[in-house]
Each structure stands twice: as structure tokens, then as C-alpha cells.
């Protein structure tokens, strides 16, 4: 009998996913430092982040497709107990560009079974009326995982530097696998026969609904990726443009991105449970709207007031993440249960490949609006590289909407 609510294996799985997320943030909390330390333009720092999102796109393809074919559960586990080898080597021996290139791509290779897969497992034990509030919950971990790590960091950075912050955060992945072993260890997760007459094609790529919350997911991802991997550095930037200097206006900095990531906390799991009251393509396009606005928005804020920098970031972070768990419990929904593994790994390939970019990108326009003066660059312009991210979300806000169309033709 499939789970209806918020239970203790839930509340398990989740805490799981509180300590995986600790490292997604490491790396960008560490990166007002670290471009001065490992001496990085903004394009060799937006290339690390890229790396670290290349390999996490293409790993999940290949975790996804595996997972469909054996049980999701032993996937899981195993990339988990993967992810915490690779991130101590992070935290150990990252001291460079290079090493910091390989090392981190690394653990964007290890953490690709870590999301699909827990999508799988959650879909396999909740009943669909109640997928996005379990979906939910699974997300809100995440951005609990997000916000701990920068706290970490905030108080770390100004006491032991970069490395103390890398070591700290970079357990949290081995801690998940063993809270994730406790609570996977006695539940079933059932692997679909796929049928005759079955494949990819059909299931997937002509699945008019599955392609276009595929479509809406991976405009989200460059904008939530990007802004993400950019917010800390930014944040710092303001702080020093209040005054705040080195590796304060960096903790500072990351302090205040925790606050961000406890309101996409908030966000994920009471956006999932509204989804599965009034609907997923009502609330996907309410907020992939404001998200959009927000990214149009939020780096020409640069020097104003720290409230009206903080508010709009608030916002921000509510409207970008609040559409994930809507966005994945849509897709369980509308796609053939054996390929649905299938169609994660393609959302992941296509989402995260080019949210890879974004960062990237992101760096490219930031070094590009602001020119050096005497052999250095300031970093006092920021609205053009957050608006490079807006356009995904415009992309975000045409996909949801033709998606809410078809299902009111349906």
C-alpha cells in the first residue's frame, strides 16, 4: 500500500538529502576567496562550476536509464556512498585551478544518481494525489542541505579560510549515505516491465506534455543553476559595496544566501503541496513569472539599500526553486511508469548540460561588463549577466504555459 503523508521514512529520506546537499554549495561559498587565492578570472571560476554541472548532467542520464532497468534503491546508495569519497577528495586536495576543475567535476559525477533516482523512489511510494507534497519535501531538503552549508562556510571562511570550509561541508555526503542506509534498508522499490509495443520514442520524445515540462524544467535549470552558483559572489559584492572587506564580505555574503535558501526551503515543499490542491500548471507559471522578473531585476541592485537587495532576493529564491518538486511530480504523472527513469535522465541531460553553461556564461558577461581598470576588474556591474539568465526564465514561462493549454484541451 502506497504512502499518503508526511511519515517517518519520509522525514528519513529528506534528512538524507539535507546532508547531500551540503556540498552543491561548497565550491560557491568559497568563491569570493577562492578567485583571489587560486588566482581565477570569472570565466576559469564560472568553468569550474560548469564542470561540476557537465558531469552531474551526464552522469544522471546514465544513473537514470540504469535505474529503470535495476531498483532505484541500490542506484541511489550506491552514487550516494560514491558522492562521499569524491567530495573529501575535494576538500583535500583542491588547491588549484586545475586540481579544483578535476576534483569537483568528480563530484558532480558521483552526485548524478542522487536526484532522479530519489525521484523514482518517491514516486514508487506515494500515491499521485499526494506526490507533490512527498516531492516537496524531497526538494525543501536540498535547499535545507544549501543553507546549512553556507552557514558553515559563513562561520568558517573568516576563522580556517577556504579549507576549513571545504572539509567541514564535504561530509556531508558520506552522513546522507548512512542516514539513506538506515532508511532505505527494509523498503521494497519495484522495478516496471516494460511492455511489447514499448520504447523510448514513443514514451518519451512523443509525449507532447512530457517534452514541454522537459523543455520548462531545463530554461528553469539555467536560471536556477546560474543564479545559484553567482548569488554568494554577488551578495559579496554588495556587502562590499557597504563596506565589508575580504574574507567577511565573503561570510557575510554566504550568511545571507543561507537566509535564500531557507525561504527555497520554505518554498519547495508548501509550492508542492498547493500544486497537488490547485494544480501543477497554475503554479509552475505563477512562478516561473515572478522568477523571470526577479532575474531581470535583482543584479542592477548592486548599491541600493541591504533591504531592497535582501527582499528581492528573498523573492528570488522562493519563485526559482518553488517550481522544481511542481515540475518533477508533473513529469511522474504524465510519463509510462518503466520509462520513467528514462525521461529523468533525458531532463537531466538536457537541463543540467545547459545549466553547465550558465554559470559560464554568466562569468563571460560579468568579465565582459566590467572592463579592466589598471590590471584589475571591480565586478561593479552585474545586471547584464543576471539578465543573460532572465531569458531562461522567459523560455520557462512559454513552456509551463503551453503545458497548462494542452492539459485544458485534455
Aim: proline residues 2%; contains cysteine.
Amino acid at each position: 500500500m502506497k504512502r499518503t503523508k508526511f511519515d517517518g521514512w519520509l522525514a528519513g529520506f529528506c534528512a538524507a538529502r539535507v546532508f547531500n546537499g551540503f556540498v552543491f554549495m561548497t565550491y560557491a561559498a568559497a568563491l569570493p576567496l577562492l578567485e583571489k587565492e587560486w588566482g581565477m578570472s570569472a570565466l576559469q571560476a564560472g568553468a569550474i562550476a560548469s564542470g561540476f554541472q557537465l558531469g552531474y548532467a551526464i552522469s544522471q542520464v546514465v544513473f537514470s536509464s540504469i535505474a529503470d532497468r535495476v531498483s532505484a534503491r541500490t542506484v541511489y546508495l550506491g552514487s550516494l556512498f560514491a558522492t562521499g569519497i569524491c567530495s573529501l577528495a575535494f576538500a583535500l586536495w583542491a588547491r588549484d585551478f586545475v586540481s579544483g576543475l578535476i576534483l569537483h567535476t568528480m563530484v558532480g559525477v558521483a552526485l548524478g544518481g542522487t536526484y532522479t533516482t530519489g525521484v523514482m523512489i518517491i514516486a514508487d511510494q506515494y500515491e499521485s494525489a499526494n506526490r507533490g507534497m512527498a516531492v516537496g519535501f524531497f526538494i525543501a531538503g536540498t535547499s535545507c542541505g544549501y543553507a546549512l552549508s553556507l552557514a558553515i562556510s559563513g562561520i568558517t571562511l573568516p576563522i580556517g579560510g577556504y579549507k576549513l570550509s571545504f572539509f567541514l561541508t564535504c561530509l556531508g555526503p558520506m552522513l546522507a549515505w548512512l542516514v539513506a542506509w538506515i532508511t532505505l534498508r527494509h523498503t521494497v522499490v519495484h522495478v516496471r516491465e516494460r511492455q511489447s509495443g514499448q520504447n523510448f520514442t514513443r514514451e518519451v520524445l512523443r509525449n507532447r506534455r512530457a517534452m514541454l515540462l522537459i523543455c520548462g524544467y531545463s530554461f528553469h535549470n539555467w536560471e536556477l543553476q546560474g543564479m545559484w552558483s553567482w548569488t554568494p559572489a554577488f551578495m559579496a559584492a554588495c556587502m562590499g559595496a557597504a563596506g565589508a572587506v575580504g574574507a567577511k564580505a565573503a561570510g557575510t555574503g554566504a550568511n545571507i544566501v543561507a537566509l535564500f535558501h531557507v525561504t527555497g526551503l520554505v518554498a519547495s515543499f508548501s509550492m508542492g503541496t498547493l500544486s497537488d490542491r490547485f494544480g501543477r500548471a497554475r503554479v509552475m507559471l505563477a512562478l516561473a513569472t515572478v522568477s523571470m522578473m526577479c532575474s531581470f531585476t535583482f543584479g542592477w541592485s548592486l548599491g541600493m539599500p541591504s533591504f531592497v537587495v535582501i527582499g528581492i532576493g528573498v523573492v528570488y529564491a522562493l519563485s526559482s526553486i518553488g517550481d522544481s518538486p511542481v515540475l518533477s511530480a508533473a513529469l511522474t504523472e504524465v510519463t509510462e511508469p518503466s520509462y520513467l527513469g528514462s525521461a529523468l535522465g533525458l531532463r537531466s541531460l538536457v537541463g543540467f548540460g545547459g545549466a553547465a553553461i550558465a554559470p559560464l556564461a554568466f562569468g563571460a558577461i560579468l568579465d565582459w561588463s566590467n572592463p579592466l581598470h589598471n590590471g584589475h576588474r571591480l565586478y561593479l556591474t552585474w545586471g547584464w549577466a543576471f539578465s543573460v539568465l532572465g531569458l531562461g526564465g522567459l523560455g520557462a514561462v512559454w513552456a509551463v504555459y503551453r503545458y497548462g493549454k494542452m492539459r485544458e484541451s485534455l
